[in-house]
């Protein structure tokens, strides 16, 4: 869903600002005003193009600093003012800068975090504004800090895996090129040349050897152009949000996608319950948390269900994502009144 950056004023009078992720400005003042924020003005942000350039063992490492200086009993302005002056990470350091001016403008981290969607994920802001919210920061972002470093590090591994595998594709197409572009030729014209008639397979081996050796910048532009396409084509909400269907319906990657997404929403929801944020303001944050469309729908009518004065657990189970064993601990803990 995309992104609203709103400007509002509290019962105190006080005027506050940050970014709020709904499906339109009417969802994104409704939840303001649930929160008793009456807002001033609601827009749409724009995406940033350019990254950040901090990497994910950078961020860890942050996450790890601030979580042991706020544990230490070190307020959480001077923590972000000690990340702010570091030397050796000048990028990182300006964007804690802007965490720690935005903090002292009475803002919230979270918010500051989400209005710095180049450097932090959904999902990290939402496990932020959980620990903010119900007194447990410093246990977020230290199980952030783990979490960021385990995907650093298969991600290193996975890169490590793939660059034989490149390699030997970039040898492959490399061969093909000269197979198609020199020699099909040099044969066409020599044992093909009397023939009538040629079989199907022959024509097309022919079709691709005259786009590669007759009209290549031709292909390579189209072939461009047809990725650039694709790319441009996948970022859009709608098509994403298919994306996100097929690898939640997969047949063997899709119920390893939806337990990562109910595992993380229900250890968030848990937690929260457990430090006693409300279940309404909990279930909202560890929405965010989910980072999967399919689950942050079946949770929005999960709240309106609850908002009503149903129950949690039937909603959750009709969107097929929760496993019957979840669904039930989940009821049994709704009826015994521990849900966490």
Same mark, same amino acid.
């Given at each position: 869903?995309?992104? &609203?950056?709103?400007?509002?004023?509290? @019962?105190?009078?006080?005027?506050?600002?940050?970014?709020?992720?709904?499906?339109?400005?009417?969802?994104?003042?409704?939840?303001?005003?649930?929160?008793?924020?009456?807002?001033?003005?609601?827009?749409?942000?724009?995406?940033?193009?350019?990254?950040?350039?901090?990497?994910?063992?950078?961020?860890?490492?942050?996450?790890?600093?601030?979580?042991?200086?706020?544990?230490?009993?070190?307020?959480?302005?001077?923590?972000?003012?000690?990340?702010?002056?570091?030397?050796?990470?000048?990028?990182?350091?300006?964007?804690?800068?802007?965490?720690?001016? +935005?903090?002292?403008?009475?803002?919230?981290?979270?918010?500051?975090? +989400? +209005?710095?969607?180049?450097?932090?994920?959904?999902?990290?802001?939402?496990?932020?504004?959980?620990?903010?919210?119900?007194?447990?920061?410093?246990?977020?972002?230290?199980?952030?800090?783990?979490?960021?470093?385990?995907?650093?590090?298969?991600?290193?591994?996975?890169?490590?895996?793939?660059?034989?595998?490149?390699?030997?594709?970039?040898?492959?197409?490399?061969?093909?090129?000269?197979? &198609?572009?020199?020699?099909?030729?040099?044969?066409?014209?020599?044992?093909?040349?009397?023939?009538?008639?040629?079989?199907?397979?022959?024509?097309?081996? &022919?079709?691709?050897?005259?786009?590669?050796?007759?009209?290549?910048?031709?292909?390579?532009?189209?072939?461009?152009?047809?990725?650039?396409?694709?790319?441009?084509?996948?970022?859009?909400?709608?098509?994403?949000?298919?994306?996100?269907?097929?690898?939640?319906?997969?047949?063997?990657? @899709?119920?390893?996608?939806?337990?990562?997404?109910?595992?993380?929403?229900?250890?968030?929801?848990?937690?929260?319950?457990?430090?006693?944020?409300?279940?309404?303001?909990?279930?909202?944050?560890?929405?965010?948390?989910?980072?999967?469309?399919?689950?942050?729908?079946?949770?929005?009518?999960?709240?309106?269900?609850?908002?009503?004065?149903?129950?949690?657990?039937?909603?959750?189970?009709?969107?097929?994502? &929760?496993?019957?064993?979840?669904?039930?601990?989940?009821a049994v803990g709704e009826a015994a009144g521990t849900e966490e």
């Amino acid at each position: 869903m995309p992104d &609203f950056r709103y400007t509002a004023v509290d @019962g105190a009078g006080a005027r506050v600002s940050g970014v709020l992720a709904g499906a339109s400005e009417i969802a994104v003042v409704s939840e303001l005003e649930a929160k008793r924020l009456t807002p001033i003005r609601v827009e749409p942000q724009a995406e940033r193009k350019a990254r950040s350039g901090v990497s994910k063992r950078a961020l860890a490492g942050s996450y790890r600093q601030l979580s042991d200086l706020l544990r230490a009993g070190v307020p959480l302005m001077r923590s972000l003012n000690l990340l702010a002056r570091q030397k050796s990470k000048p990028r990182l350091a300006a964007v804690y800068k802007d965490l720690a001016d +935005a903090v002292s403008d009475g803002g919230e981290v979270s918010d500051a975090m +989400a +209005a710095r969607s180049d450097v932090y994920p959904k999902v990290h802001v939402a496990m932020v504004r959980a620990g903010e919210r119900g007194g447990f920061l410093e246990q977020v972002l230290a199980r952030l800090a783990q979490f960021v470093e385990a995907q650093a590090e298969l991600q290193a591994k996975i890169g490590g895996s793939l660059v034989y595998p490149a390699f030997l594709v970039g040898v492959g197409v490399v061969v093909l090129s000269v197979i &198609f572009g020199v020699f099909v030729p040099m044969f066409r014209e020599g044992a093909f040349s009397r023939l009538e008639e040629l079989p199907t397979i022959t024509v097309v081996v &022919f079709a691709i050897s005259d786009a590669i050796a007759k009209r290549g910048p031709i292909t390579a532009v189209i072939l461009a152009a047809v990725g650039f396409g694709v790319w441009r084509l996948s970022r859009r909400p709608d098509v994403r949000r298919q994306i996100t269907v097929f690898q939640t319906r997969a047949w063997i990657v @899709g119920p390893l996608v939806r337990s990562l997404a109910v595992a993380r929403f229900c250890r968030l929801l848990g937690t929260m319950e457990a430090n006693g944020v409300p279940l309404l303001q909990a279930m909202q944050i560890a929405r965010d948390a989910a980072g999967n469309v399919l689950l942050e729908e079946a949770i929005d009518s999960s709240i309106e269900s609850v908002r009503s004065g149903a129950e949690l657990a039937p909603p959750l189970a009709e969107s097929g994502l &929760f496993d019957d064993d979840v669904v039930e601990m989940i009821a049994v803990g709704e009826a015994a009144g521990t849900e966490e």
